[in-house]
């Protein structure tokens, strides 16, 4: 099945900690990105790739980093100087054209600090 | 700057009534504007978007949304609510189409469709 998968579900950060969150797609897609999810909040955009090799902060990136070794990968690594990572972690992806293409999402990551 | 706008944190129906879910936008130039539905503890499932043409769009799950320029809003409908519509909703924009632009999400309407 086609599709985009993240994995860990459900991850926990001890204090001064990095972690990394997977992303994977098999569709193919150019655009990658990352949101987090925080209640009440919405969606922000922590970083979004629309190559291999390159990317783009978003609204939120500091504390965060991210690689796009591969078209079909593109992990988030949350580092400790995020201070206030608890959040449902969300990755997208999409094909690239004209800016009507519809996202896909992955079924999240829920990161708790410990 | 682009920004979308969902007025109402919470959207109560009853089963069998009709439901709207609102959303205003503000962009620069010509907006792409979309809408997602998130079920608990999953990511978001695309429900329709509109491009240009046509200003009612209908999708998937017998959503509709009509875009209105004037009043700069893309509220969401549907004739008759289900209770498994019972959801988290979120309206997207994305500003000028080219690809150095990104999509931004309001902050999410939950629907509640009571029995």
């Known amino acids: 099945d086609g599709g985009i998968t993240q994995s860990p579900k459900y991850l926990f950060r001890k204090e001064g900690q990095n972690v990394t969150l997977s992303c994977e797609q098999n569709?193919?897609?150019?655009?990658m990105y990352w949101y987090r999810q925080d209640p009440g909040q919405g969606l922000r955009l922590i970083y979004y790739?629309?190559?291999?090799?390159?990317?783009q902060k978003g609204d939120i990136a500091e504390g965060y980093s991210v690689s796009r070794e591969k078209k079909e990968s593109f992990p988030l690594t949350v580092t400790s100087a995020q201070k206030n990572p608890t959040a449902f972690y969300l990755c997208?992806?999409?094909?690239?054209?004209?800016?009507?293409?519809?996202?896909?999402f992955g079924s999240g990551t829920q990161l708790s600090v410990l | 700057a682009q920004s979308v706008a969902q007025p109402e944190d919470q959207v109560n129906v009853a089963e069998g009534n009709p439901l709207t879910v609102k959303c205003t936008y503000s962009v620069s130039g010509n907006p792409y504007l979309f809408w997602y539905v998130q079920y608990p503890n999953r990511g978001l499932q695309f429900l329709l978007k509109y491009i240009t043409g046509d200003n009612l769009v209908k999708g998937s799950y017998g959503f509709e949304a009509e875009f209105n320029k004037s009043q700069t809003s893309f509220h969401l409908k549907k004739p008759s609510a289900l209770v498994s519509d019972s959801a988290l909703y979120f309206c997207?924009?994305?500003?000028?189409?080219?690809?150095?632009?990104?999509?931004?999400f309001g902050k999410g309407t939950r629907l509640h469709i009571l029995p």
């Open positions: 790739s629309q190559i291999v090799n390159d990317f």
């Open positions: 997208a992806s999409s094909i690239l054209g004209q800016g009507g293409e519809k996202l896909f």
């Open positions: 997207a924009v994305r500003d000028i189409p080219n690809r150095d632009d990104k999509i931004i």
């Open positions: 569709l193919n897609h150019d655009a």
